[in-house]
């Protein structure tokens, strides 16, 4: 399996919105709605921001939504804030019962 | 509260098995539905997935790396273990045990992380 396609960075300013693609194939993103992602700050663990397309763990804020179409997940930030500065990545539940990371993606405040 | 930690050594030589073991609190691998996974990092790159371990022992491995790695677990002493086989300094990582957040049925997100511990493959 591949990992799944991220860009490599986005940037934005405080206060706007901005989205992440993540795609993949029939056989992981497009054949299920169990694409999660994660927010991972420098020298720190992965965060839980996302699962099941658009679910959000309790404690994560309104501003983080997902979508997805076909075989391509997406994250939207919107009102961007300085402390969204991070690494995300995406990860899908695959055919083989597995799971995939994506590339990972630097989200940049301007 | 769900704790993970994982623990090993922070250095091995090449072709030598690398064993880690994660250790948890805040629930038990003997509860219907609880799985374990484990997820590596190298130094400035991505989050790649190695392995995942249910509460009835089923395992699921990374296709690329199945050959090489082994999870087990220790329900008495709420502990995962992953070996890997064969280390190349490729391998040189952070590797991090998570908790699966899903109890039932298909699909696999983490909810809870552990801080990671950093290996070095060299010689």
């Known amino acids: 399996q591949s990992a799944l396609t991220q860009p490599a960075s986005v940037s934005g300013s405080p206060g706007q919105s901005i989205t992440i693609s993540c795609t993949g194939t029939?056989?992981?993103?497009?054949?299920?709605?169990?694409v999660s992602w994660y927010q991972q700050h420098p020298g720190k663990a992965p965060k839980l921001m996302l699962y099941?397309?658009?679910d959000r763990p309790s404690g994560v804020s309104n501003r983080f939504s997902g979508s997805k179409s076909g075989n391509t997940a997406s994250l939207t930030i919107s009102g961007l804030q300085a402390e969204d500065e991070a690494d995300y990545y995406c990860?899908?539940?695959?055919?083989?019962?597995?799971?995939?990371f994506g590339g990972g993606t630097k989200l940049t405040v301007l | 509260q769900i704790t993970l930690k994982e623990s090993g050594p922070t250095l091995v030589k090449p072709t030598q098995t690398l064993t880690l073991t994660c250790t948890f609190s805040?629930?038990?691998?003997?509860?219907?539905?609880?799985?374990v996974g484990w997820i590596r990092q190298p130094p400035g790159k991505a989050l790649e997935w190695l392995a995942l371990?249910?509460?009835?022992?089923?395992?699921r491995y990374s296709p690329s790396l199945k050959s090489r790695l082994t999870i087990t677990k220790d329900t008495s002493k709420n502990q995962v273990v992953l070996t890997m086989t064969n280390m190349d300094p490729v391998d040189t990582a952070t590797y991090y045990c998570?908790?699966?957040?899903?109890?039932w049925g298909s699909g696999t997100y983490y909810d809870y992380w552990g801080q990671g511990t950093p290996v070095t493959v060299s010689s």
């Open positions: 990860s899908s539940y695959t055919s083989s019962y597995t799971s995939v």
């Open positions: 029939s056989s992981d993103v497009g054949a299920y709605n169990y």
């Open positions: 099941d397309v658009s």
């Open positions: 805040g629930f038990s691998l003997s509860t219907n539905g609880v799985s």
């Open positions: 371990i249910y509460w009835d022992d089923d395992k």
């Open positions: 998570a908790h699966r957040g899903r109890i």
